[in-house]
DNA sequence: AAAAAAT
């Protein structure tokens, strides 16, 4: 079987084996016949197994057909997260060269003034997250009335979100008559009640993810002290045990504080590390995405916003600085290695209070996690023989190392929950404790704190952009420089504040939260 | 004990 026979047209066809494909997955074969003669498809399938490629390439062929009209889009496209609908964005750029269709991508987190520019010329294709589509469309930019052809991406992970109201409603707002291709990579029941209201006599196409996958991982698991210095401790002796093997890794964290905090204490022993959560800037997540994917960062400490669906493709390791609280978590994390056949590994640290969420796992996958280097029962108690301090600068103070990372524990947590997010760990605090380090990673640094200066100008630019664009269509009547003034104001306060002057403290300063 | 998503 190769794309050819899969009645694709040849514009499409050019494009694929540009790209340098003969021969459709499992999930391509099964689902692009049926979705080219316009029925509805069930596709139940789980990231890596092409499926993105399996929407992407038939629509592109029936959209060869026809033209859009301003505010209508003709196809949807629903994405759970931002990153997924920009990662199908690339797709329909991809395989669409040949075509000239307009895309637009909604998503939050940016500017609406482009969005908006995009959908008045009229979208081909809308990729869409539900918030802002519905933002847009209450804000009357939108019709859903001409849509042709709907597409909902991942709808298991749409639940666990919370999204399937909106999901509902949005679905509510097309036409029936249109084509709905429904994936999910699980069947709950609340999922099976929503394909047999929204598709019409689909055809299902099931493909279950190659076995070898699970095989070719090899997992692990490491007893580690609780304290979070312990923890990072164990981490940081594993990435260099590890560091022959080691091509790239992602460490997943629970909690985003805890991303942060990690990533930090990273950079600050000299690891090639970068960060991904749901509270970082839009842009920074993009180009931290991009930097990863590119080989510019060898490891990406992540929630997990990185767990599902994020085609990274080549990550050697896993590492899992916390057990997941939920299993089925575990096996997506996980299976961001040993992709497409090839083997990678993955070290879980667990600590005394994981068990209960280690022994789900395992009843999960129907197997024992190996122990690494013995099991919790040979942790010694872990208060005060920790390593040799590394600071920067001053008198090495007895335990220096764990005062350091209490600080990260006991002061910046709990100014977190009062203050704004934007205000939280001004990243000089941490800088200030830098040890000298080697040149390249000092340049990196200072390379990322600038870049964290664009973005914070950018966002306020941007801000400034919004109000003037979006306030006359509100009809508001006060001029336009009524409106700005209040931005400028507190863009001034930001930048220089009067009263302080150049001695104004780093944690009054909005800085781009990492 | 979490994360994600509209502001």
Same mark, same amino acid.
């Given at each position: 079987?190769?794309?050819?026979?899969?009645?694709?047209?040849?514009?499409?066809?050019?494009?694929?084996?540009?790209?340098?494909?003969?021969?459709?997955?499992?999930?391509?074969?099964?689902?692009? +016949?049926?979705?080219?003669?316009?029925?509805?498809?069930?596709?139940?399938?789980?990231?890596?197994?092409?499926?993105?490629?399996?929407?992407?390439?038939?629509?592109?062929?029936?959209?060869?057909?026809?033209?859009?009209?301003?505010?209508?889009?003709?196809?949807?496209?629903?994405?759970?997260?931002?990153?997924?609908?920009?990662?199908?964005?690339?797709?329909?750029?991809?395989?669409?060269?040949?075509?000239?269709?307009?895309?637009?991508?909604?998503?939050?987190?940016?500017?609406?003034?482009?969005?908006?520019?995009?959908?008045?010329?009229?979208?081909?294709?809308?990729?869409?997250?539900?918030?802002?589509?519905?933002?847009?469309?209450?804000?009357?930019?939108?019709?859903?009335?001409?849509?042709?052809?709907?597409?909902?991406?991942?709808?298991?992970?749409?639940?666990?979100?919370?999204?399937?109201?909106?999901?509902?409603?949005?679905?509510?707002?097309?036409?029936?008559?249109?084509?709905?291709?429904?994936?999910?990579?699980?069947?709950?029941?609340?999922?099976?009640?929503?394909?047999?209201?929204?598709?019409?006599?689909?055809?299902?196409?099931?493909?279950?993810?190659?076995?070898?996958?699970?095989?070719?991982?090899?997992?692990?698991?490491?007893?580690?002290?609780?304290?979070?210095?312990?923890?990072?401790?164990?981490?940081?002796?594993?990435?260099?045990?590890?560091?022959?093997?080691?091509?790239?890794?992602?460490?997943?964290?629970?909690?985003?504080?805890?991303?942060?905090?990690?990533?930090?204490?990273?950079?600050?022993?000299?690891?090639?590390?970068?960060?991904?959560?749901?509270?970082?800037?839009?842009?920074?997540?993009?180009?931290?995405?991009?930097?990863?994917?590119?080989?510019?960062?060898?490891?990406?400490?992540?929630?997990?916003?990185?767990?599902?669906?994020?085609?990274?493709?080549?990550?050697?390791?896993?590492?899992?600085?916390?057990? +997941?609280?939920?299993?089925?978590?575990?096996?997506?994390?996980?299976?961001?290695?040993?992709?497409?056949?090839?083997?990678?590994?993955?070290?879980?640290?667990?600590?005394?209070?994981?068990?209960?969420?280690?022994?789900?796992?395992?009843?999960?996958?129907?197997?024992?996690?190996?122990?690494?280097?013995?099991?919790?029962?040979?942790?010694?108690?872990?208060?005060?023989?920790?390593?040799?301090?590394?600071?920067?600068?001053?008198?090495?103070?007895?335990?220096?190392?764990?005062?350091?990372?209490?600080?990260?524990?006991?002061?910046?947590?709990?100014?977190?929950?009062?203050?704004?997010?934007?205000?939280?760990?001004?990243?000089?605090?941490?800088?200030?404790?830098?040890?000298?380090?080697?040149?390249?990673?000092?340049?990196?640094?200072?390379?990322?704190?600038?870049?964290?200066?664009?973005?914070?100008?950018?966002?306020?630019?941007?801000?400034?952009?919004?109000?003037?664009?979006?306030?006359?269509?509100?009809?508001?009547?006060?001029?336009?420089?009524?409106?700005?003034?209040?931005?400028?104001?507190?863009?001034?306060?930001?930048?220089?504040?009067?009263?302080?002057?150049?001695?104004?403290?780093?944690?009054?300063?909005?800085?781009?939260?990492?």
């Amino acid at each position: 079987m190769t794309f050819s026979d899969l009645g694709l047209s040849p514009k499409v066809l050019s494009a694929v084996t540009d790209a340098g494909y003969t021969q459709p997955t499992p999930i391509q074969a099964g689902a692009i +016949p049926h979705a080219l003669l316009g029925k509805d498809i069930l596709g139940i399938a789980q990231t890596g197994t092409g499926k993105t490629a399996s929407f992407v390439l038939p629509m592109l062929t029936r959209l060869e057909k026809g033209r859009a009209r301003a505010r209508m889009p003709r196809t949807l496209i629903l994405e759970p997260t931002r990153e997924l609908a920009a990662q199908v964005e690339e797709n329909f750029i991809r395989y669409g060269k040949n075509h000239k269709l307009n895309i637009a991508l909604l998503i939050g987190g940016v500017s609406f003034d482009e969005q908006d520019k995009k959908l008045e010329r009229g979208a081909d294709v809308l990729i869409a997250t539900p918030g802002r589509l519905l933002d847009h469309r209450e804000r009357g930019k939108l019709l859903l009335n001409g849509v042709e052809i709907l597409v909902i991406d991942e709808a298991d992970r749409m639940l666990d979100m919370g999204f399937i109201p909106d999901i509902e409603r949005i679905c509510e707002m097309i036409p029936f008559t249109r084509q709905t291709l429904f994936f999910s990579a699980t069947m709950p029941p609340e999922i099976t009640k929503l394909t047999e209201k929204f598709l019409h006599a689909p055809v299902r196409v099931e493909v279950s993810k190659a076995a070898s996958t699970a095989t070719s991982i090899i997992q692990r698991l490491v007893k580690s002290g609780s304290k979070p210095w312990d923890k990072r401790e164990t981490l940081r002796n594993l990435m260099k045990a590890e560091d022959a093997e080691l091509k790239n890794a992602i460490i997943f964290c629970n909690r985003k504080v805890e991303v942060s905090e990690l990533f930090r204490s990273l950079l600050k022993y000299d690891f090639d590390a970068g960060a991904l959560h749901g509270d970082m800037d839009q842009r920074a997540r993009m180009q931290m995405l991009a930097n990863f994917r590119d080989g510019k960062l060898r490891y990406l400490v992540a929630s997990d916003v990185a767990a599902r669906g994020l085609d990274i493709p080549d990550v050697s390791h896993v590492f899992n600085y916390d057990v +997941p609280i939920h299993a089925e978590d575990y096996v997506h994390r996980i299976g961001r290695t040993g992709r497409a056949g090839r083997s990678g590994k993955s070290f879980t640290i667990a600590t005394k209070s994981d068990t209960k969420y280690i022994d789900a796992i395992e009843r999960l996958i129907g197997n024992k996690i190996e122990w690494h280097d013995g099991d919790l029962s040979t942790v010694v108690a872990s208060e005060g023989e920790d390593e040799a301090p590394r600071r920067g600068r001053g008198a090495p103070r007895r335990a220096g190392r764990k005062d350091e990372d209490r600080k990260d524990k006991g002061e910046r947590k709990p100014r977190e929950r009062h203050a704004k997010p934007s205000e939280a760990a001004p990243p000089e605090a941490a800088h200030d404790e830098q040890p000298v380090a080697a040149e390249a990673t000092v340049a990196d640094i200072g390379e990322r704190r600038a870049r964290k200066e664009a973005i914070r100008s950018e966002n306020t630019e941007r801000k400034a952009d919004r109000n003037e664009s979006r306030t006359p269509e509100r009809g508001d009547s006060r001029p336009q420089r009524d409106t700005n003034r209040p931005a400028r104001h507190r863009q001034e306060d930001n930048d220089a504040t009067v009263g302080f002057g150049d001695d104004m403290p780093a944690f009054m300063r909005i800085v781009a939260k990492v």
